[in-house]
């Protein structure tokens, strides 16, 4: 709980006593003596004092007089009719309201009871023989006057003190209210915190919890990738090696083959599954499985048909100009037959009786969606009674066919050898 700081206490405290010297009042004083002339002479020494006389002319009306008010200091004559100075003294002592007012007994010396006096020695009383000295009667009773007024004034002050200190205690009250009421709050609001801190722990518990799954599906996926690829990899093997069976097959059947003409159909069939068989053996070779470097497949399919072909090299020359792509299973496998079926027409009916020449391929990029496939000759020519689309014959019907397929065109122009232009969608 927190206190006012002691500057605010003491302006507080200074406050109340500036208002407190403001409101000084008259002090009452009371004068009792049974004879009228004693009365006014006290009246006439204690007028320059200022304050309120109150005069008593027997014991009896002095005690009435205490019922009514309050006094600073009771100036008393011993010798009264009825209740004496001193029964009257010893009636106001039992008066709880009146036990501490100072009393000042008047009396003429002859009469001095110096016991009764000790008897009152302890309390606040003092005593003055008659006939009375002005001066001192005047100074003792402003001395009482002012001691009075210092006591009321002390009084006052701890009222005063009193309603501060009230008021402070109301004030640190209402902020003990206003701390319990905060600390609720932090408390409200702590608790409304941990639970979104609790909340987001589980978040991030949940997110690391599926980016585990995630990283374990990745893993499970590379590693299926892995294995299709492998599979693939495989599969692209055993066609080969099963192509290659095939040709093997027909190969062997040619021993049984007596006429040329029958041989060389066996020998064109066998050249086609071979080239089919060459692409499956790239790809198995290839890191990319689904694509091939076709400049390298069309050198080795074409120094093959050059070998099955026997043509004596120094007879036909083979100039290859291709540009390096990687071209898909999709168009590998019919540009492979295409070019297949050209270079063995060239081989095989360009250069007859020995003659020399030479036979050129060239293939490269022409767009951005587009090949060129160039295959040519410098032979003795194409026939001109044979329509290159439309003819008896399976090469170039296969060569069409295949054009067809893949959605390319061919042009020939025979003006010297022979020349097919290609034009391929990548
Ligand atoms: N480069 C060429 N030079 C000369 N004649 C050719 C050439 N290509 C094809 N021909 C002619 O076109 C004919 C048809 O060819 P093709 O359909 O491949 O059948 P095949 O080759 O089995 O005879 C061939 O018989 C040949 O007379
Ligand atoms: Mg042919």
Redesign the pocket.
Known sequence: MRHYPDWKRRTLLSRALSENMQLEQKVNILLVDDRPENLLALEAILESLGQNLVKASSGEEALRCLLKQDFAVILLDVQMPGIDGFETARLVRERERSRHTPIIFLTAFSTINTHVFRGYSLGAVDYLFKPIESEILSSKVAVFVDLWRKTAEVEQQAVQLAAVNAKLRESEKRLSQVNDELEVRVQKRTAELTKINESLQSEIAERHRVEGALRVSTEQLRASLIEKEVLLKEIHHRVKNNLQIISSLLNLQTDYIHDQRDL?IFK?SQNRIESMALIHEKLYQSKDLARIEFCEYIQDLVSSLVCSYEVNSSKVDLKVNIEQVLLGLDLAIPCGLIIN??V???L???FPEGRSGEICIEFYVESDDRIALIIS?N?????QG?D?RN???????L?NSLMNQIGGTIELNATQ??EFKMKLPM
């Open positions: 060389e064109v079926e050209l063995l027409n060239s095989k009916h360009a000759d032979g003795i020519g194409f026939p044979i290159f003819t008896e014959s399976l090469g170039l019907q060569v050898g022979t």
